[in-house]
C-alpha cells in the first residue's frame, strides 16, 4: 500500500528538538506513573463539497459542573447526517475509509457478541467474578452502548463518504475467536485499544479541519471505551501518560487477523499528491499560543490532584459516597487511578512547559486556585468535571496546532484525558462515555470555565 508522509517537508528543523519532550512522553515520563502500570492491551498480532460532520453523533459530554446529578443510564447516540459545505475533504475518503473499516469491524464484534451471550452470561463472567453488583450489572447496558456508538460510527461515515462521491467499504466476513464471555471481554478491550491507536496515527493526515474535528471526537470516544473495558478487564484505564499511534498499515495488518473476507488495500491508498492540512483557524493562533492554553489546564488538574491526594487519604476516598454502591475490588483501586491520573497531568505540565520554551515561548506558571471542594466526593465530583473539560478543550484546539509532532502528542495526551473522564464517570456513576462524539470547547470558553478556580495568577 502507498501511503504518503509529506511530515519532512512542512516540519521546520526548528521544531525537531522543541517536540521531543512531547514525544518522550508517550514512551516514558507518562508511563505507568503513580503505581498503576500494566500495559494497555492491543491486538496481539475536485471538486467535491465537503462535509462538515462536527455534530454528526453529538450529545453532550459533562464539562465543568461537579454539581450536575449524575445518571447511571447510558445515553443513545443519534446520527445526524452530515452536509457539504466546501472542497477540501475529498483527500481524506481513503482515510474515512480506513476508519470505516475498523468501524465495521468492532460494530459487527458488538453485534455479534451481544445477540450470543446474555446479559445474565455477561454479567456472571469469570473476568468480572472480583468486582461488585453495581459493576457486574451495568457490563450489558454499557456493552450495548458502545455497539450502538460503533453503528453511529459506521452509518456517519459512510454518509460523510459518499457526500464526497466516494464509495463506503462494506462491511466484511469476520471470525473473533471467542467462545465464552470473558474471552468476549478481552478481545472487545483489544479492539477499542487498537481503534485509539488507529486513530491517533491517522489523524495527523487527515487534510479537512471539519473531518478532523469529528475523527478527534470519535478518537476520544473510543479511548473511553477502552478505559471502562481495561477497568473490567482488571488492566489500568490509563496506562500511559501519552496514548501510542499506530500507522495505517501496523492496524490493517493486527485487524485481517479477524477478517476473513477479501480485502481490497487500494481504498486506503492516499498517493503522493495530497493538499498540505487544514489545521489553522482564521485568527492564525500560534502554537505557542495553544501550547501555553494547554498548558494553563494542566496547572489547573496537576495543582487540582496533588492538593486533593495531599488532604485526603486513601482510606478517606476509598470510603467517599460517591463509592459506597460499588464494591470493594473498585473502591480499594480509586486512589491507585487518581495518582496515576495527577502523574499524568503533572508529566503534562513538565513536557508542555518545556516545548513552549524550545520553540522560544515563555511558558505560563501555575496560578493560585480554590478547587471548592471538602469531602472526598466532592473531590471526585470536580474531578469528573475538569476531566472531561480538558477533553473538549484538547478537542477545541488540536485542529489548530501547525506543527505535525506537536499535533501528533496533543492527539495523544486527548485521547488520555477521555481515559480519565470515562473512569471519573464511572465511579461519580455516571455513563464513561455519554456520546458517540466527544463536544469540542473553543479556547474562550475554557478559559472562562478555568478561571472560577483560578484565585490569583
Do not use: W
Not at 455479534?112 to 454479567?123: H, I, K, R, V
Not at 471502562?228 to 498499515?249: C, K, W
Not at 495531599?310 to 459516597?321: H, P, R
Not at 464494591?327 to 502523574?343: C, D, F, N, Y
Amino acid at each position: 500500500m502507498t501511503r504518503h508522509d509529506d511530515a519532512d517537508g512542512r516540519t521546520r528543523r526548528k521544531f525537531l528538538g522543541a517536540t521531543v519532550s512531547l514525544a518522550a512522553l508517550g514512551l516514558a515520563g507518562c508511563s505507568n506513573d503513580g503505581g498503576d502500570g500494566g500495559s494497555t492491551d492491543t491486538m496481539a498480532p475536485t471538486d467535491t463539497p465537503t462535509p462538515t460532520p462536527e455534530e454528526m453523533m453529538g450529545g453532550a459530554t459533562d464539562t465543568m459542573d461537579p454539581t450536575a446529578t449524575p445518571t447511571a443510564e447510558p445515553t443513545d447516540t443519534p446520527t445526524d447526517e452530515p452536509t457539504a459545505t466546501d472542497a477540501m475533504a475529498a483527500p481524506d475518503v481513503p482515510l474515512l475509509n480506513y476508519a470505516l473499516t475498523l468501524e465495521h469491524l468492532e460494530n459487527v464484534f458488538y453485534r455479534e457478541g451481544l445477540d450470543e451471550f446474555s446479559d445474565s452470561e455477561l454479567m456472571n463472567a469469570d473476568a468480572l467474578s472480583s468486582f461488585g453488583q453495581t459493576v457486574r450489572m451495568e457490563v450489558p447496558e454499557y456493552l450495548r452502548t458502545v455497539g450502538a456508538h460503533e453503528a453511529a460510527h459506521v452509518d456517519a461515515l459512510s454518509s460523510t463518504i459518499e457526500n464526497l462521491n466516494g464509495t463506503p467499504v462494506g462491511e466484511g466476513e469476520y471470525d473473533f475467536g471467542y467462545s465464552t464471555p470473558t474471552e468476549f471481554l478481552a478481545v472487545a478491550q483489544a479492539l477499542e485499544n487498537t481503534g485509539v491507536s488507529a486513530y491517533a496515527g491517522a489523524a495527523p493526515q487527515v487534510v479537512n479541519n471539519d473531518v478532523l474535528a469529528a475523527a478527534a471526537g470519535i478518537h476520544s470516544v473510543e479511548a473511553r471505551h477502552a478505559s471502562f473495558l481495561n477497568l473490567i478487564n482488571g488492566d489500568s484505564p490509563y496506562p500511559n501518560g501519552v496514548d501510542e499511534a499506530r500507522s495505517i498499515d501496523e492496524v490493517l495488518e493486527i485487524a485481517g487477523q479477524f477478517v476473513t473476507s477479501e480485502v481490497d488495500p487500494s481504498v486506503y491508498e492516499t498517493g503522493d499528491d495530497r493538499p498540505t492540512h487544514d489545521r489553522k483557524v482564521e485568527d492564525d493562533t500560534s502554537d505557542v499560543n495553544v501550547l501555553n492554553y494547554a498548558l494553563t489546564l494542566e496547572h489547573l488538574e496537576n495543582a487540582f490532584y496533588r492538593e486533593g491526594l495531599n488532604e485526603f487519604s486513601d482510606s478517606e476516598l476509598m470510603n467517599a459516597d460517591a463509592l459506597s454502591e460499588f464494591g470493594e475490588e473498585l473502591r480499594m483501586a480509586v486512589p491507585e487511578h487518581l495518582k496515576t491520573a495527577g502523574a499524568h497531568e503533572a508529566a503534562h505540565v513538565t513536557a508542555l512547559s518545556d516545548t513552549v520554551e524550545q520553540l522560544g515561548g515563555t511558558p505560563v506558571e501555575e496560578a493560585t486556585y480554590d478547587f471548592g471542594y471538602s469531602t472526598p466526593t466532592e473531590f471526585l465530583g470536580v474531578a469528573k468535571a475538569l476531566e472531561n473539560t480538558g477533553v473538549a478543550a484538547y478537542k477545541g484546539a488540536a485542529p489548530t496546532v501547525s506543527n505535525d509532532a506537536v499535533f501528533s502528542a496533543a492527539i495523544g495526551i486527548h485521547s488520555v484525558e477521555a481515559r480519565h473522564a470515562a473512569l471519573l464517570n464511572e465511579v461519580n456513576v455516571s455513563s464513561p462515555f455519554p456520546a458517540g462524539v466527544d463536544e469540542p470547547m473553543t479556547m474562550s470558553e475554557v478559559t472562562e470555565v478555568a478561571g472560577q478556580f483560578i484565585v490569583e495568577e
